[in-house]
């Protein structure tokens, strides 16, 4: 009841007017950024960060906070649309979201985008603003040898149920592990597969690698006459709400994502990436399930609304409790997380278990226009969807040459680096042989994007136990996550021979007609 008391005066302050101006403004702002890749929530965050000193606390932080809302909104919109996500937690949207485009589904997917947004929201805040206890005690439990038992469960996992073949999907995770290692080791100071380069030396951004890889792949692949969609298709979109049967399909797989995204808010392991490709994992093995025992077909690969719904719920319910794990542990989990943890400092408060006593006003102030500032984000963007999606009926030429030119206009402006743009061709270039030759792209921005954090923590386990391989299996947790990884692998690989043994038994068969 404490909790509910403090919240309901948490609304009261939230709803004045200039805070609820300060809210739609950020809302504003972070679905505007959040459309250009590289130009994501914490770039504006750290933008606004100098010229709102002169702003009263609260809502400086409501304004922040709807930024970071925001900015989860609009990446997805790209991200459908143009196959070209704002931010890496949008990647997983990206895959099914642009299939459901070219199959003339963009404004269901968009709906389906905000909705599941919305949903993980909305959940993972009422989470936060009762149960904030639990999730802290969640986040202690975590040690380096948990954060790579985690990374090497979803590197496996990934590669495992994303793909189609096994063996094409860890030639994928090989070749993002590649990438990841490019630069300077950040604990000993080596330069690693760098040729002398000094614009190697911090490595390949990831703003850059995910444009060149999905963006830029694609255009190349749709130029060489592999891909595409003719614009007459595009406009056959059907009525721009989700229906009944969509509605079906979307609902539980937006519960399921929340699900999956509530966790890892709390824990410091390279953001919303892993639970939403592991949303996008666990719907896709549940098509394939389905499609098995004689129900729905499997649509995965070719614009499955659940692969949009799944992952969009989990970044969501991700950001959630990040501003949790801020607020109640001083934890930052996030880059955005962390610039308002900076934020905060500068205005003399020190997030963590006494922020709530010291600063309750704001704190509750803050969750309450969590929940307001999502409201305000569905308002604004459902009844949009419809004209966003019009952005496809563009002429195909024009619409990649906008893609390109949006692109690179991105990946300049992450670093305002030439070098920037020739690595973005020279990895377009790798996108467009991966999808020639079948080769999964989800497993490569998995290894890019947690490769690092895998490293990192594995080598400090190491080092906690002097060299001795036995501490990565210490605790309950770790034992755990190896053993979900041999499930995982066994039940995908034993589906994956039923599934060749009835394959060849089909093609064996002898015809009809050879009976006669």
């Known amino acids: ?44 965050v750290a933008l606004l960060l100098p ?53 003339g589904r ?32 969640l986040a202690l439990q975590f040690g380096p040898a948990e954060y790579f038992a985690l990374a090497v469960f979803a590197f496996l996992a990934t590669s495992a149920v994303v793909s189609q073949s096994m063996v094409r999907g860890l030639v994928a995770l090989c070749i993002g ?11 000993s100071g080596a330069e690693r597969f760098t040729f002398g380069m000094p614009q190697l030396f911090e490595g390949f951004s990831i703003v850059t690698i995910t444009v060149a890889l999905l963006a830029i792949g694609e255009v190349l692949h749709v130029a060489g006459g592999h891909g595409g969609t003719e614009s007459g298709a595009l406009r056959r979109s059907g009525t721009p709400w989700l229906g009944r049967k969509d509605l ?58 659940e692969g949009v719904a799944a992952p969009e719920a989990a970044g969501s319910a991700t950001a959630g ?79 990649y040459a906008g893609i390109t030119t949006f692109s690179a206009l991105g990946v300049y402006a992450a670093a305002s680096a030439m070098a920037d743009l020739w690595l973005m061709l020279l990895l377009g270039l790798l996108g467009f042989m991966m999808r020639r030759y079948g080769i999964p792209l989800a497993p490569v921005l998995i290894a890019v994007i947690l490769g690092p954090v895998a490293e990192t923590e594995l080598r400090r386990a190491l080092a906690v136990g002097q060299g001795d391989v036995a501490v990565l299996f210490d605790s309950g947790i770790s034992l755990a996550l190896y053993a979900l990884i041999v499930i995982v692998l066994g039940v995908v690989t034993v589906n994956r021979a039923r599934a060749a043994r009835a394959a060849r038994a089909q093609v064996s068969a002898p015809h009809p007609a050879e009976k006669v």
Do not use: C
């Open 1 to 44: 009841m404490d909790a509910l008391n403090h919240l309901m005066t948490g609304f009261a302050h939230a709803l004045s007017p200039e805070n609820l101006l300060w809210a739609l403004l950020g809302v504003l702002l972070g679905t505007a950024v959040g459309v250009l890749p590289g130009l994501g929530s914490s770039m504006a």
């Open 177 to 187: 592990l590649v990438i990841s290692l490019v630069g300077i080791d950040g604990i």
């Open 321 to 399: 409790t990040a501003m949790g794990a801020l607020l109640g542990l001083g934890l930052p989990t996030s880059a955005t997380a962390a610039i308002m943890l900076a934020a905060f400092q500068q205005y003399g408060m020190q997030p963590g278990p006494l922020l709530f006593e010291r600063n309750g006003d704001l704190v509750w102030a803050l969750l309450a226009s969590l929940f307001i500032g999502s409201v305000m984000l569905l308002v604004l963007n459902l009844p949009f969807a419809p004209l966003w999606a019009r952005l496809l009926l563009i002429p195909k030429p024009y619409l």
């Open 106 to 137: 963009a404004p269901q997917a968009l709906a389906t985008s905000a909705i599941g947004a919305f949903i993980g929201a909305i959940l993972s805040t009422t989470l936060v603003a009762f149960f904030s206890p639990a999730i802290i005690d």
């Open 51 to 103: 010229i709102t000193f002169q702003l009263d606390p609260t809502a400086a932080f409501i304004m922040f906070a709807a930024v970071y809302y925001g900015g989860l909104f609009g990446d997805s919109t790209a991200a459908i649309l143009m196959n070209t996500p704002g931010q890496s937690s949008a990647i997983a949207t990206a895959i099914e979201g642009y299939q459901m485009a070219r199959r």
């Open 248 to 305: 079906r399909r979307t609902l539980p797989a937006w519960m399921r994502g929340t699900l999956f995204g509530l966790p890892f808010g709390v824990i410091p392991s390279g953001g919303s990436e892993i639970p939403t490709f592991l949303a996008y994992g666990t719907e896709r093995k549940l098509a394939r399930r389905r499609a098995a025992r004689g129900g729905a077909p499997d649509e995965f690969g070719n614009g499955a609304i």
